[in-house]
């Protein structure tokens, strides 16, 4: 079993940065990738961010952005390995969302909610 906690959620200014973080506890060598998902108002939680936490060193197809993210965000590990952020840069209205951090155990597709096997409890993230 593997528990993962958000911090960092806030509310901010248009154009302002914003740091998710999502430590992770319990059995965490089971897990292959870690996600960031989203859900705005009236929306489906859609997948933001993602990188593979497994053994070895990042890779250049070890991080996955959605469009609408890219150039924006920026997922990263700790040293520590127990901890992923997600860097939000140039925040806009629309980036409203909860956003909720996510752990697999074998994701063959990073932005597929179904490959994920635990998940937080959600940060809020407003911007206006």
């Known amino acids: 079993h593997v528990q993962l906690v958000e911090s960092g959620g806030g509310s901010v200014q248009t154009g302002g940065s914003l740091r998710l973080s999502c430590t992770a506890s319990?059995?965490?060598?089971?897990?292959?990738?870690t996600g960031w998902f989203r859900q705005r108002p009236g929306k489906e939680r859609e997948a933001v961010a993602a990188?593979?936490?497994?053994?070895?060193?990042?890779?250049?197809?070890?991080?996955w952005y959605a469009d609408s993210v890219k150039g924006r965000f920026i997922i990263s590990q700790d040293n520590a390995k127990s901890t992923v952020s997600l860097q939000m840069n140039s925040l806009r209205p629309e980036d409203t969302a909860m956003y909720y951090c996510?752990?697999?155990?074998?994701?063959?597709?990073?932005?597929?909610?179904?490959?994920?096997?635990?998940w937080g409890q959600g940060t809020q993230v407003t911007v206006s």
């Open positions: 990188i593979y936490t497994g053994s070895g060193a990042p890779t250049a197809s070890s991080s």
């Open positions: 996510a752990a697999g155990e074998w994701v063959a597709a990073p932005d597929r909610e179904s490959e994920y096997n635990y």
């Open positions: 319990g059995d965490t060598g089971v897990t292959d990738a």
